[in-house]
């Protein structure tokens, strides 16, 4: 069974930063695409940062320059480091995994990361 446990949310200032991490079981991070999605109250999930299996990685134009995404394969997680955080960031992000074998992704629970101005 894969299961996805985000954590690393939190309420920081504008201008501080947080790191999410993404503990992921059932499948392995190193061989299949990564991402970290947000949504924010009253709007749509979005897409905030990927890396494939192959370790290529795109990013939101919103989010460029101030998020990385990264991954620990011998930790199985996935990471979203969040620097020079704006109130606008304030979602719930969540973080997926798709696999070959898998008609639908695997989304974890989501955490909260609000940010104060």
């Known amino acids: 069974q894969v299961q996805l446990v985000e954590s690393g949310g939190g309420l920081v200032q504008a201008g501080g930063s947080l790191r999410l991490s993404c503990a992921v079981s059932g499948s392995r991070v190193s061989i299949n695409p990564m991402a970290w999605y947000r949504q924010a109250p009253g709007k749509q999930r979005e897409l905030v940062a990927s890396i494939t299996s192959g370790g290529s990685i795109s990013y939101d134009d919103s989010v460029k320059g101030r998020f990385t995404i990264s991954r620990d394969n011998a930790k199985n997680t996935v990471f979203l480091q969040m620097n020079s955080l704006k109130p606008e960031d304030t979602a719930v992000y969540y973080c997926?995994?798709?696999?070959?074998?898998?008609?639908?992704?695997?989304w974890g629970q989501g955490t909260q990361v609000t940010v104060s101005s």
């Open positions: 997926k995994l798709e696999t070959s074998w898998s008609f639908s992704p695997f």
